[in-house]
């Protein structure tokens, strides 16, 4: 359960800690004090995405932290367990949105994922106000909160298996009769021929681009070379200078035997350049300008480039892309084979998915009766008197369904003689509260989650009918914590722990603050929101006999 949170510059909120405690925790406080932001610091926590609008005025950044007691969770224990997050007996989680519009998440210390907070989440803490009630007019929300009151978890998830199996075989068979039909053949037998009639070759693929670059050059190349050659012979070139000056100096080494190695470099410096004009006459001769050559190259390289632009490869990979081709050919030349098999496996995939189907399906109408007897007599307990509750079931269309063959709505009769209407067309705030709590009451006996969260659910309503709402939530509190943010007394009045939330001004700053009320101030807060202007006798009299009443 929730044992601690706290709230450190969100909304109006600088620096708020709330300490939970077990059974019904009631919050009450005047309009507008920040009863809202306790809720706003615990969805963000839950994995509600962040709004830089939040961060109160003047700061950087908003930061919320709560920590659980997971002592006897065991799918909180288990999942943090899987995903390394496991610290002992709590679970801290804390939420930090900072003014650059960036948030970061993290359960134990280590950082995580939204998506994990919203994973955990629906372990430990589930919230029931105003939008959870448009949330209960979705017949979609109305099937999965039945389906949780039924425990089908176990039949959905093979349900969801099968048909996660049936789309992704049928996707395959469309697929392969897409690829396998006679155009399709045709056409790669054609690209097939093409490139075999090409007689590639890889050593030629691999070197005639540049073989091209070679021959489309050589006119170039020929001038080029051959005048270099030419400088290199000249009278006037480096090797007959060079030839003049080794006799100079071959005659001053005569006198001077110091000069013999410089002597030796200039005379291999005399082979170098004989050798370069050997390697040059033979690479003269090595060119090939036969217009024939020419020709028959220009001709091959021009049928590659069209072949590469078919099959968006390079020329290097034209060989790999006809192996390609052939291995394709091969498997769509047993296609009506596999296809076979395919459908045949589709087929008891689907018998398999109707048996699950059918067995859910037995399940949820087998427990109609009861679960809508038990919301009709708890709707009566909360003073609607007359009223029914009752579970409509509409067949889906054909194919596979991840939640079944059936869609559900919640039929409701809020008086005497007044047809079954839907939930969702029930025009009264008020109704729709008591309807709301009379399904999480009877849906939450048997749900394992730790914390459930009330805002407002009283809306619309008062007097007895109030008391018996204070009441259903007392029952709930037995089993499961409960936080209750409400505005009437009757309500409050049943609370285990009471806390206010208040608001004030300092030094042109507004500020909120949550205090655990003792016994008489408990007594005064009630007697505040009965008497809706000045505390006096009368209304601290009517607070006592609604304590006592209560108790």
């Not at 013999?260 to 200039?266: C, F, G, N, Q, T």
Request: proline fraction near 1%.
């Amino acid at each position: 359960m929730l044992q601690s949170l706290s709230i450190r510059n969100l909304a109006v909120v600088e620096s708020l800690d709330f300490n939970a405690e077990g059974g019904l925790n009631i919050i009450t406080g005047e309009t507008g004090a920040g009863k809202s932001i306790l809720l706003q610091g615990l969805n963000l926590l839950l994995g509600q995405r962040a709004d830089v609008g939040l961060i109160r005025s003047g700061k950087d950044r908003a930061e919320v932290t709560a920590t659980f007691d997971i002592n006897q969770n065991i799918p909180v224990m288990k999942y943090l367990s899987t995903e390394s997050l496991d610290e002992g007996d709590d679970c801290i989680i804390r939420r930090v949105i900072t003014s650059d519009g960036k948030s970061k998440a993290f359960i134990n210390g280590r950082a995580v994922t939204l998506s994990s907070l919203r994973d955990i989440s629906r372990f430990l803490v589930d919230i029931h106000g105003q939008n959870e009630h448009h949330l209960l007019l979705n017949p979609a929300h109305q099937l999965e909160i039945y389906d949780c009151y039924q425990n089908n978890q176990e039949l959905l998830e093979a349900l969801g298996k099968k048909v996660v199996e049936y789309r992704d075989i049928s996707q395959k068979i469309e697929s392969l009769k897409s690829e396998g039909n006679d155009k399709t053949i045709e056409l790669l037998n054609f690209h097939c021929q093409e490139l075999e009639t090409a007689n590639l070759n890889q050593e030629e693929l691999d070197t005639i681009e540049e073989r091209f670059r070679l021959i489309k050059n050589s006119g170039k190349l020929i001038e080029s070379i051959t005048n270099i050659a030419g400088n290199l012979s000249h009278q006037d070139g480096p090797g007959y200078q060079l030839d003049k000056i080794i006799f100079e100096i071959d005659k001053a080494t005569d006198l001077d035997p110091n000069l013999s190695e410089s002597l030796e470099l200039l005379k291999s410096a005399q082979i170098q350049i004989q050798e370069t004009q050997y390697n040059l006459e033979n690479y003269l001769s090595s060119i090939d300008i036969d217009p024939e050559t020419i020709k028959s190259t220009e001709n091959r390289i021009s049928l590659f480039y069209d072949l590469c632009r078919k099959h968006d490869c390079e020329i290097t990979e034209l060989i790999g892309k006809k192996n390609e081709i052939e291995k394709k050919l091969a498997l769509l030349s047993d296609t009506s084979k596999s296809l076979e098999e395919l459908v045949k496996k589709q087929e008891k995939i689907h018998q398999e998915y109707i048996s699950i189907a059918k067995e859910l399906s037995a399940k949820r109408q087998g427990g109609m009766e009861e679960f809508s007897q038990s919301i009709s007599n708890l709707m009566q307990e909360l003073g609607m008197k007359g009223s029914v509750f009752h579970i409509r079931f509409d067949e889906q269309g054909n194919g596979v369904h991840f939640r079944g063959n059936e869609s559900i709505e919640f039929l409701v009769q809020t008086n005497l003689g007044q047809d079954m209407r839907p939930l969702r067309k029930i025009a009264s705030g008020g109704e729709l509260s008591r309807v709301s709590l009379a399904i999480a009451v009877c849906t939450n006996s048997d749900r394992n989650i730790p914390t459930l969260v009330y805002d407002e659910v009283d809306v619309g309503i008062s007097g007895a009918v109030a008391s018996s709402v204070g009441e259903k939530l007392k029952q709930l509190s037995n089993k499961n914590q409960i936080i209750c943010i409400t505005h009437l007394a009757q309500v409050a009045s049943h609370g285990n722990h009471h806390f206010k939330v208040n608001k004030t001004q300092k030094d042109d700053e507004t500020r909120t603050s949550i205090t655990k009320l003792t016994e008489e101030e408990r007594r005064f807060e009630l007697a505040r929101i009965l008497s809706g202007a000045q505390v006096n006798e009368k209304s601290l009299a009517a607070a006592s006999e609604l304590i006592q009443e209560s108790a």
